[in-house]
Structure formats: C-alpha cells, structure tokens
C-alpha cells in the first residue's frame, strides 16, 4: 500500500497514518521475502502453467488435485487465493441448449384415443412408443 501512495503522498506522512516507523518500512524493504512467501511465487508459477495446460477449464478444486497428484502439499484455500490474487478464473462450461417441446402436430393427424385408453374389444387399440437411451456408444431404440 504504502509502494501505491508514495509518489502522491510523502513518505513520513504515511508511515505515521499507519502507524509505522520509517526505518522500520526501509528494513522490511531490504529483508528478502520470507520461505512462505518464495513457496506462493513457485506455487502461483506451477498454478499458472496448469491453468494454461487446461486453456483456462479448470477451477481451484481441479488444479488443487492436479498439484495433489505431483506430490505438492498444500490447501486447497490456499490454491484459491493465490489463483484469485493471480487473476486466473475458470472458464465455464457453455450453456446447454433449451429442450424443446414436441412442436406442432402435423396438418392431417388427428389424437384417435383422446387419452381414452380403454378398449371394448381386444385389439381394438394399439398405442406404440418409440424411447431412445444411449447405454454405450450406439443408439438403441427400444
């Protein structure tokens, strides 16, 4: 904060707004980041380059078990802030289409049973069905 309001505002001002002493802002500005800190730059790299590999699909839970499965110990709230403070989004899937209805009955073709499905004789009404599953690969219609 204080690197974003230096070249507005003079320093000492805003070391006494947040209650800091210069020589103390100047000291951690000399310090090297700490383990934790390196860890989260090599983190955000691989998180990065696995956010590329999946064009941008995949969201935290998904890269957190991809880093999982190459031996990374980390959290998975960890993953989601360093891929928030990194910017990386998932893209998500597109949106499916809406089912449409039956249509329109075609000109001519009349409802014969009028959902009147009792029959005073034998074969005297026939009704037939077709359903399709897809079970594997193929079609079946049954």
């Not at 590999?53 to 998904?62: A, F, N, R, T």
């Not at 890269?63 to 360093?82: D, N, P, V």
């Not at 009955?105 to 959902?115: K, M, S």
């Amino acid at each position: 904060m204080i690197q974003r309001c230096r070249p507005m505002i003079p320093l000492r001002l805003i070391c006494r707004l947040l209650k800091v002493s210069p020589s103390g802002y100047y000291a951690r500005q000399r310090r090297s980041p700490s383990a934790w800190a390196q860890d989260c730059q090599r983190l955000t790299a691989a998180i990065q380059t696995l956010h590329a590999e999946s064009d941008g699909v995949y969201g935290s839970p998904k890269i957190w078990q991809r880093l999982r499965q190459h031996g990374e110990r980390c959290g998975k709230h960890r993953i989601a802030r360093l891929m928030r403070q990194a910017g990386l989004r998932r893209i998500p899937a597109p949106k499916r289409g809406k089912r449409r209805g039956a249509g329109p009955r075609p000109v001519g073709i009349t409802n014969q049973l009028a959902r009147n499905f009792t029959a005073p004789l034998p074969n005297a009404k026939w009704v037939t069905d077709i359903t399709y599953s897809a079970p594997s690969l193929r079609w079946c219609h049954g």
